[in-house]
């Protein structure tokens, strides 16, 4: 069965250091894999996508993301942490010998502290 | 283009009462899905549709119906609104039926059922 964690509820930086969201996943085919971020009061929107080919995938507003096939790892990084990046983050994943249901983890919030 | 809209934006109903979320999508896109997003709890996929006139069951389809007689929306009805039933509701649409297409959300709806 395909899953997805998100190991940490909540992460804190400060701002100018880098980030990182750690996901972690499983699946029985192939892994496509997404980041979604959710702003207060909004809908998700979505970031970056890793699907094949180059394990660092670069998305919007300068997060990217690695992907390590031997890790089952796909965690977003940012060099330089904006205050405006304070969101609620989603890691989530389908499986290729699933073409229907993307299951999402349970999302991480991350503050940047000024 | 106004990507996905959903209405109403907020609502509240007594136990026992029915209500239709509505989702229109202007994408011409093939899927549609209807989440939940509870506290800690990430998204939970309720019903999703993988073209005009098809449904199928996601996560947690019980206690609601899905309808999609146009490709364009997609309907979310709840026959007797229970208090487990409080919670944001979001719907999404996507392009085709690649398991790598990311879904695009609409705002969500607010439900409280008392």
């Known amino acids: 069965a395909q899953s997805v964690a998100q190991p940490e509820d909540q992460v804190n930086v400060a701002e100018g250091n880098p980030l990182t969201v750690k996901c972690t996943y499983s699946?029985?085919?192939?892994?496509?894999l997404f980041w979604y971020v959710q702003y207060p009061n909004r809908g998700l929107q979505f970031l970056l996508k890793?699907?094949?080919?180059?394990?660092l995938v670069k998305g919007s507003y300068g997060f990217e993301a690695e992907f390590n096939k031997s890790q089952t790892s796909f965690h977003l990084k940012k060099p330089s942490a904006l205050v405006s990046d304070s969101a609620l983050y989603f890691c989530a994943v389908r499986d290729s010998n699933r073409d229907d249901k993307i299951i999402f983890g349970k999302g991480t919030r991350l503050h940047i502290l000024p | 283009n106004a990507g996905v809209t959903q209405t109403p934006k907020f609502r509240v109903l007594k136990t026992g009462q029915s209500m239709t979320l509505l989702c229109a999508q202007d994408m011409n896109h093939e899927y549609m899905y209807w989440y939940r997003q509870d506290p800690g709890m990430g998204l939970r996929l309720i019903h999703y549709?993988?073209?005009?006139?098809?449904?199928a069951k996601g996560e947690v389809p019980d206690g609601y119906n899905v309808s999609r007689l146009k490709k364009q929306n997609f309907l979310l009805g709840l026959e007797s609104a229970a208090p487990s039933q409080t919670s944001v509701y979001f719907c999404?649409?996507?392009?085709?039926?690649?398991?790598?297409?990311?879904?695009?959300f609409g705002p969500g709806t607010r439900l409280t059922v008392l």
């Open positions: 890793y699907i094949t080919g180059d394990n």
């Open positions: 699946v029985s085919g192939n892994p496509y």
């Open positions: 549709s993988v073209g005009e006139g098809t449904t």
């Open positions: 999404a649409s996507s392009y085709g039926a690649s398991s790598y297409n990311e879904q695009f």
